[in-house]
């Protein structure tokens, strides 16, 4: 299952060589929400693994970008004690500028159209 989530690049970290065949590079965005008037601050951390690492190169930091990402779970166990791991893998990055594409995606109908193309008001019902 995919997912998907939109915020401000906050950090980018360096590609780490894990070893000799798995590479993985870091990165955060803030996702920022408004919950009855008050603001919430989020940092999610996602990992980038293989040649996906790349994804990260063309986006600044400070600019809003649209995340998409897999959730994947690990059970990992030494010496004796068993730990689970959970990661967020991007696996796209798009860029999300104000009143581009992501917006444009919508159907714009202005209260100008609809009172022209009905002969009356915007109130005006067909039936």
């Known amino acids: 299952m995919s997912f998907e989530i ?3 690049l906050i950090v980018k970290y360096n590609t780490m060589q894990r070893s ?4 993985t590079r870091e990165f955060v ?3 920022s929400d408004d919950i009855n008037g008050r603001v919430i601050n989020n940092y999610i951390k996602f990992q980038a693994v293989q040649d996906r690492t790349a994804i990260v190169d063309r986006f600044n930091e400070g600019e809003t970008v649209k995340v998409y990402f897999n959730i994947k779970g690990t059970r990992w166990e030494k010496d004796g004690r068993v730990n689970y791991i959970t990661n967020l893998d991007a696996w796209r990055m798009e ?3 104000a009143g581009g594409a992501t917006q444009d995606s919508m159907p714009n109908y202005n209260a100008s159209q609809e009172v022209s193309s009905g002969g009356g008001t915007a109130d005006d019902l067909p039936f």
Not at 20 to 23: A, C, G, H, I, S
């Open 95 to 97: 860029s999300v500028v």
């Open 29 to 31: 965005i803030e996702k």
């Open 6 to 8: 939109t915020g401000k």
């Open 20 to 23: 000799e065949t798995f590479k």
